[in-house]
Structure formats: C-alpha cells, structure tokens
C-alpha cells in the first residue's frame, strides 16, 4: 500500500534558525513527489515537484530534495511569514492509480520572532 | 491567477439533510479531484475525474455520496443523508497534463453537520 510519512509534525523555529521537514513515502513506483503549503483556513498551495532522485528545486528560503526513499524540504533563515502546514503528496506510476496524489499528515511549522 | 472556485464557503446543516457542494475548476484542466479534511485523518481522496468520466470514486461512501461532473465546468459533490462524521473541509482541486499535475486547490467548503 503506498504510504507517506511526515516528520516531525510539528516544528517551531526561531526567525532565521534554518531546518528540514522530512517526507518518507512507499509507493509502487514514483511519478512524482510535491510539496504543498497550507494556511489555515485555505487550501493546499502547491511549491514543488520532484521527479527523480537527486533533483531539487528551490523557491525563495525553501530546498526540496528527493532520493529514492525521501524528500527533504530545507528551509533556510525563515521568516514568521513561512509559518503554515507544509504538505507532502507522491503520486504513482500508471494503473488507475495515475493521476491521484497521496498525502501525508503534513508538519506544522511556526517560525517565532 | 486562475483559480479553483468552491462554494458555499461554509454550511451548517442539520443531520438528514442533503449538500450540495460546488467546484468550478479551472478552465482547461481536465483532472478534478474531491479530497475530504479533518485533523484525525488528513486529507483524503474521495473520487477524481478525467475529461469529465469518474475514475475512481473508492474512497467514498457510496450509500450516501455521488459526484458527478455534468460539463467541464462544473463538478459537484453531493451527500444525502448527511451525518455529524461527514463534518470536515472538503476541497476541490483541479490540474492537468500540461502543468504536470501539479494541481491547484480550490479554499475548501467548511461543513458542519449538527
């Protein structure tokens, strides 16, 4: 069963303390991973995807990383404007599964002054 | 931008009662998906669409849930009889091939079944 695992879900920084969220999934061949951001009260705000291991992107303070396991998404000198849930998804190869994303639990992230 | 319209925004209904969601996806994208969200669960995939024909609606209760998409413009979510458990965001999100999927979300319907 495919399957994405959040870490830690929920993390609390100093503005400008940089740190990772971690994504680990287990999926019948990767199409994809993304990274969405979630304010409250709004929906998913898609950031990133990520094909194959080794690629990144990269998008203001924000690194997203995948190997062949997980996904890393680095964030350097947040600001409190970076607080929000971020959101993991991995969709899968082919099938009737083609298409769907499956998310993980998000990790709640708060960025203090 | 282009966006992903849902409505209502919020509805309190009384259990029993049918709802009806609204998603006016973007135009030009020919995936819609229906995802339920709640703190125990996260978010959940209820059914999605492709060029407009169901592909798989297995996360839904089908006693009481149906979508459908009756043109590119327009998908609906609908519960009936509706029960306190269905309490929960439901979000509509919309993509397409040509952006790689990366679908775009819709500010959600906040329902509330007392």
């Known amino acids: 069963e495919d399957q994405v695992t959040q870490s830690p879900e929920a993390l609390r920084l100093q503005e400008g303390e940089s740190s990772s969220l971690n994504c680990s999934y287990t999926?019948?061949?990767?199409?994809?991973l993304f990274w969405y951001r979630q304010d409250p009260g709004k929906g998913p705000e898609f950031l990133f995807t990520?094909?194959?291991a080794g690629e990144e992107k990269e998008k203001e303070r924000l690194k997203a990383t995948l190997t062949k396991k997980e996904s890393f998404l680095h964030i350097t000198a947040p600001k409190p404007e970076d607080s929000a849930t971020y959101l993991c998804?991995?969709?899968?190869?082919?099938?009737?599964?083609?298409?769907?994303?499956?998310f993980g639990r998000g990790t709640q992230l708060t960025v203090w002054p | 931008d282009a966006r992903v319209t849902q409505t209502p925004r919020d509805k309190v209904t009384e259990m029993g009662q049918e709802v009806t969601m609204r998603c006016q996806p973007i135009?030009?994208?020919?995936?819609v998906f229906w995802y339920r969200q709640t703190m125990m669960q996260g978010l959940e995939l209820l059914a999605y669409?492709?060029?407009?024909?169901?592909?798989?609606d297995s996360g839904m209760p089908k006693d009481r849930f149906s979508a459908e998409m009756p043109d590119a413009t327009l998908a609906t979510l609908k519960i009936q009889p509706s029960e306190p458990r269905d309490s929960a965001v439901y979000f509509c999100?919309?993509?397409?091939?040509?952006?790689?999927?990366?679908?775009?979300f819709g500010s959600g319907t906040r329902l509330t079944v007392v």
């Open positions: 999100a919309s993509g397409s091939e040509s952006n790689n999927y990366g679908y775009t």
């Open positions: 999926v019948s061949g990767l199409r994809g």
């Open positions: 990520l094909y194959s």
């Open positions: 998804a991995v969709q899968a190869r082919g099938g009737s599964t083609l298409g769907r994303l499956y």
């Open positions: 135009l030009g994208h020919n995936t």
């Open positions: 669409f492709r060029n407009r024909a169901p592909l798989d």
